[in-house]
């Protein structure tokens, strides 16, 4: 992918969702309005850290590269160059895929 020309401000991240299985386990195809949302994404980009209290940056506990999960409904989508994608709260992320 090419460099996104975008960047997140204080806790929030980039994610690129990945594609919603367009068939089912018995090999049905699923027209695009009973796809389920995509919950699992990329991160492509990061911001610096929420802003403390005390002047200092909060440190992120993920990185670009991550592949997350998070809330079906969280977040923003927009679109960049053509691509869906999705910025999110670090809040709003559930767990980061091992």
Not at 11 to 29: L, M, N, S, Y
Not at 62 to 82: A, F, L, M
Request: aromatic share 2%; proline share 5%; net charge negative.
């Amino acid at each position: 992918m090419a460099k996104l020309n975008l960047r997140p401000l204080d806790d929030r991240v980039v994610v690129q969702p990945e594609a919603a299985e367009e068939t089912t386990a018995g090999g049905i195809v699923l027209p695009d309005s009973a796809q389920e949302k995509p919950q699992r994404g990329k991160i492509v980009a990061v911001g610096p850290g929420k802003l403390l209290d005390s002047g200092n940056r909060g440190e992120l506990s993920v990185d670009v590269g991550d592949t997350v999960i998070y809330g079906k409904y969280g977040g923003s989508e927009i679109e960049v160059d053509g691509q869906d994608m999705k910025i999110l709260r670090e809040s709003d992320i559930l767990a980061k895929v091992l």
